[in-house]
Nanobody, 124 residues
Framework: QVQLVESGGGLVQAGDSLRLSCAAS????????MGWFRQAPGKEREFVAA????????SVANSVRGRFTISRDNVKNTVYLQMNSLKPEDTAVYYC?????????????????WGQGTQVTVSS
């Protein structure tokens, strides 16, 4: 069992940066691949970024490539999403998720555990 708690969301202006954190509790955090997803009002949840259990491999959605970076610290049991050059279309609730596998996981259905989400609002 893994519990995930996101933090770091907030209201920012276009062009600003935010760093989201996802703290995991439970056993064997380093055994889980991690991911970030987001859901805007009226839209389906979409993939943002993912990282393998050791952190050597990552994947980032085309819509955020070059602006967002995912990383993890297996000592602190935390995964991060650094978001730069934020745009109003990045406004959404951001969720972190854990998958009981080693590689990068893009599909939401393959994740076993989800956090409650943190709101990110980008004003123009």
């Amino acid at each position: 069992q893994v519990q995930l708690v996101e933090s770091g969301g907030g209201l920012v202006q276009a062009g600003d940066s935010l760093r989201l954190s996802c703290a995991a509790s439970g056993r064997s955090f380093g055994s889980y691949a991690m991911g970030w997803f987001r859901q805007a009002p009226g839209k389906e949840r979409e993939f943002v970024a993912a990282i393998s259990w050791i952190g050597r491999s990552t994947s980032v959605a085309n819509s955020v490539r070059g602006r967002f970076t995912i990383s993890r610290d297996n000592v602190k049991n935390t995964v991060y999403l650094q978001m730069n050059s934020l745009k109003p279309e990045d406004t959404a609730v951001y969720y972190c998720a854990a998958a009981a596998t080693s590689g990068v996981v893009v599909a939401a259905r393959e994740y076993n555990y989800w956090g409650q989400g943190t709101q990110v609002t980008v004003s123009s």
